[in-house]
């Protein structure tokens, strides 16, 4: 049929459209479980961030009342928790952000689901729980990105929305959303670090996933800052500050993903590759001594340390930095689950509390912020993220621009040092550990199983 033989009222074939799609029972239902998924992953993210207070709680208690008690839970605990994620939990080691970054580039559903499932989701949690119980310099919001992936890909599964890399990353963007109380810096680090591109077509179901956890994890906790409000700022006037702590924060954060790599490239050609019990041990013996001689300090997220800071109630020892990265490198490399979010930000506030007493003209919250920023940054090697998250969790919006600067100078020195970046080049191992697998090589799958990600 020509065009002019058509009749007026229909229309081309690809603009046709079923009336009132919009009403389709089905489409409700795929609705209704991807917000539910969400939900739970708000509501699994504030249960997540209590159980953490409370199992740091119960350690300093126990240190308190036995002083001793470090050197003989901390390298058990940690061992025990190396040998279950190896034996049990598979492809729980780590904070999980390399796992869900390199699930998005999976097409094998069991290849996938290695990395993330409900069964990784469940041992993750309990044995961060246990990590943070046992002192070990780790963070919770890591692991809550390869949780909050697992539930929005088991979601889209039962909804069969069929989108899993989208999934995966409005999973991803929802744990870092609630783990902080942070939307946009969830969307930002989705976009950012996670995806490293814009992606038109999983921009809504990010959206999306950031609101619906977040209200959820609003309506638990509060519309609250991680940090409290602070009244921070900084001006042209103090440049020298915002210089500094760049120069120091990307040195000291490209420095630190150096040695974490280093680190794990060490013992995976060793012999004590094939002992990721020992490994976590003799970390754990580590851990203990150095929190130790620190009087405390180095254990847990450090989430108090850097809060106490902020509030101008105390400053931070000129050893607290090295001894607290040192800390969070032997965590990470030996074989445990648990980020390095929180004790990131810890160093940061630790660099800031050392370079705000000799820069007495520049307010103090303001350096240590900027030292946040950039030391996180420098780590990460994702400025924006860097940026929108310590903003959002201090409610510093009058710092937006000195933060951006000293990002910026960060990253570009950690890219000097360090030029892979942390997160991706773990992603990278997963996948070829699991192209290993595929191939049938055993020594080499034995050997990145044994190892853990930062």
């Given at each position: 049929?020509?065009?002019?033989?058509?009749?007026?009222?229909?229309?081309?074939?690809?603009?046709?459209?079923?009336?009132?799609?919009?009403?389709?029972?089905?489409?409700?239902?795929?609705?209704?479980?991807?917000?539910?998924?969400?939900?739970?992953?708000?509501?699994?993210?504030?249960?997540?961030?209590?159980?953490?207070?409370?199992?740091?709680?119960?350690?300093?208690?126990?240190?308190?009342?036995?002083?001793?008690?470090?050197?003989?839970?901390?390298?058990?605990?940690?061992?025990?928790?190396?040998?279950?994620?190896?034996?049990?939990?598979?492809?729980?080691?780590?904070?999980?952000?390399?796992?869900?970054?390199?699930?998005?580039?999976?097409?094998?559903?069991?290849?996938?689901?290695?990395?993330?499932?409900?069964?990784?989701?469940?041992?993750?949690?309990?044995?961060?729980?246990?990590?943070?119980?046992?002192?070990?310099?780790?963070?919770?919001?890591?692991?809550?990105?390869?949780?909050?992936?697992?539930?929005?890909?088991?979601?889209?599964?039962?909804?069969?929305?069929?989108?899993?890399?989208?999934?995966?990353?409005?999973?991803?963007?929802?744990?870092?959303?609630?783990?902080?109380?942070?939307?946009?810096?969830?969307?930002?680090?989705?976009?950012?670090?996670?995806?490293?591109?814009?992606?038109?077509?999983?921009?809504?179901?990010?959206?999306?996933?950031?609101?619906?956890?977040?209200?959820?994890?609003?309506?638990?906790?509060?519309?609250?800052?991680?940090?409290?409000?602070?009244?921070?700022?900084?001006?042209?006037?103090?440049?020298?500050?915002?210089?500094?702590?760049?120069?120091?924060?990307?040195?000291?954060?490209?420095?630190?993903?150096?040695?974490?790599?280093?680190?794990?490239?060490?013992?995976?050609?060793?012999?004590?590759?094939?002992?990721?019990?020992?490994?976590?041990?003799?970390?754990?013996?580590?851990?203990?001594?150095?929190?130790?001689?620190?009087?405390?300090?180095?254990?847990?997220?450090?989430?108090?340390?850097?809060?106490?800071?902020?509030?101008?109630?105390?400053?931070?020892?000129?050893?607290?930095?090295?001894?607290?990265?040192?800390?969070?490198?032997?965590?990470?490399?030996?074989?445990?689950?648990?980020?390095?979010?929180?004790?990131?930000?810890?160093?940061?506030?630790?660099?800031?509390?050392?370079?705000?007493?000799?820069?007495?003209?520049?307010?103090?919250?303001?350096?240590?912020?900027?030292?946040?920023?950039?030391?996180?940054?420098?780590?990460?090697?994702?400025?924006?993220?860097?940026?929108?998250?310590?903003?959002?969790?201090?409610?510093?919006?009058?710092?937006?621009?000195?933060l951006m600067l000293s990002a910026a100078i960060a990253t570009t020195l950690s890219r000097l040092i360090c030029p892979r970046s942390l997160y991706h080049t773990m992603a990278d191992s997963f996948l070829e550990l699991l192209k290993a697998?595929?191939?049938?090589?055993?020594?080499?799958?034995?050997?990145?199983?044994?190892?853990?990600?930062?």
């Amino acid at each position: 049929m020509s065009s002019a033989d058509r009749p007026r009222h229909a229309l081309p074939h690809r603009l046709r459209r079923p009336r009132f799609v919009w009403m389709s029972p089905k489409s409700w239902r795929r609705r209704l479980l991807f917000w539910t998924g969400a939900g739970v992953v708000g509501l699994v993210a504030v249960l997540f961030a209590i159980g953490a207070d409370h199992a740091q709680h119960l350690f300093r208690l126990a240190v308190a009342a036995f002083p001793w008690l470090p050197f003989l839970l901390t390298p058990l605990g940690l061992g025990f928790s190396a040998w279950v994620a190896l034996r049990v939990v598979p492809g729980s080691q780590g904070s999980g952000i390399p796992q869900a970054i390199a699930a998005r580039h999976v097409q094998d559903p069991a290849a996938k689901h290695r990395l993330l499932s409900p069964r990784i989701a469940i041992g993750k949690i309990l044995l961060t729980l246990v990590g943070l119980a046992c002192g070990a310099s780790i963070g919770r919001e890591g692991p809550t990105v390869q949780v909050g992936a697992s539930i929005m890909l088991m979601a889209g599964s039962i909804a069969g929305l069929g989108r899993e890399p989208g999934l995966i990353l409005a999973g991803g963007a929802a744990g870092v959303a609630a783990a902080f109380n942070t939307p946009l810096a969830g969307i930002v680090f989705a976009i950012e670090e996670m995806a490293r591109s814009f992606e038109r077509r999983t921009s809504g179901l990010v959206l999306i996933a950031v609101v619906a956890a977040g209200l959820v994890a609003v309506a638990m906790l509060g519309n609250y800052a991680y940090f409290g409000h602070t009244a921070a700022s900084a001006d042209w006037h103090d440049w020298k500050a915002v210089l500094a702590t760049g120069i120091v924060g990307g040195v000291a954060g490209g420095g630190f993903s150096a040695l974490l790599l280093w680190l794990s490239a060490r013992i995976r050609g060793s012999r004590l590759c094939g002992r990721p019990v020992m490994v976590a041990m003799g970390c754990g013996l580590a851990l203990a001594t150095i929190g130790t001689a620190c009087g405390g300090l180095t254990f847990g997220t450090g989430y108090e340390e850097a809060r106490a800071v902020l509030d101008g109630v105390e400053t931070l020892p000129w050893y607290y930095a090295p001894a607290k990265l040192l800390a969070t490198a032997l965590s990470g490399v030996c074989g445990i689950p648990g980020g390095i979010f929180s004790p990131s930000l810890s160093v940061g506030a630790g660099i800031g509390s050392v370079i705000g007493g000799l820069l007495p003209d520049s307010p103090l919250g303001a350096v240590v912020l900027l030292s946040m920023v950039s030391y996180f940054a420098g780590v990460v090697q994702a400025p924006l993220t860097a940026v929108v998250i310590v903003t959002e969790m201090s409610a510093s919006p009058d710092m937006l621009l000195p933060l951006m600067l000293s990002a910026a100078i960060a990253t570009t020195l950690s890219r000097l040092i360090c030029p892979r970046s942390l997160y991706h080049t773990m992603a990278d191992s997963f996948l070829e550990l699991l192209k290993a697998d595929a191939a049938g090589t055993e020594p080499a799958t034995r050997k990145a199983t044994a190892l853990p990600s930062p």
